[in-house]
């Protein structure tokens, strides 16, 4: 049974950092790609950051420059750091784990952000 837990959301004012965590069990960490969406009230979810199984990073181009998605295979857990945060950051923060071989996908349960100007 995979599980993805996250944590690290909150409230913060504008120009703050926060580091999303998302600890993942049952799955073989290495065999997945790694994606943060968010969901911001009233509109659709939407990809922000991800990271192929190699490593490689890609964002989208509102957080490019201020978000970093890391991973540590240790402690099958992905990372995103957010800093110079505006109040158009706030949304709920999701992680999601796709299987590369199966394509299967997971997410985790979502975690509040709040910025505040």
């Known amino acids: 049974q995979v599980q993805l837990v996250e944590s690290g959301g909150g409230l913060v004012q504008a120009g703050g950092s926060l580091r999303l965590s998302c600890a993942a069990s049952?799955?073989?960490?290495?065999?997945?790609?790694k994606h943060w969406y968010r969901q911001a009230p009233g509109k659709q979810r939407e990809l922000v950051a991800s990271m192929a199984s190699g490593g490689t990073t890609t964002y989208a181009d509102s957080v490019k420059g201020r978000f970093t998605i890391s991973r540590d295979n240790a402690k099958n857990t992905v990372y995103l750091q957010m800093n110079s945060l505006k109040p158009e950051d706030t949304a709920v923060y999701y992680c999601?784990?796709?299987?590369?071989?199966?394509?299967?996908?997971?997410w985790g349960q979502g975690t509040q952000v709040t910025v505040s100007s």
């Open positions: 049952g799955i073989i960490f290495s065999m997945t790609t």
């Open positions: 999601r784990l796709i299987h590369t071989i199966t394509y299967s996908g997971y």
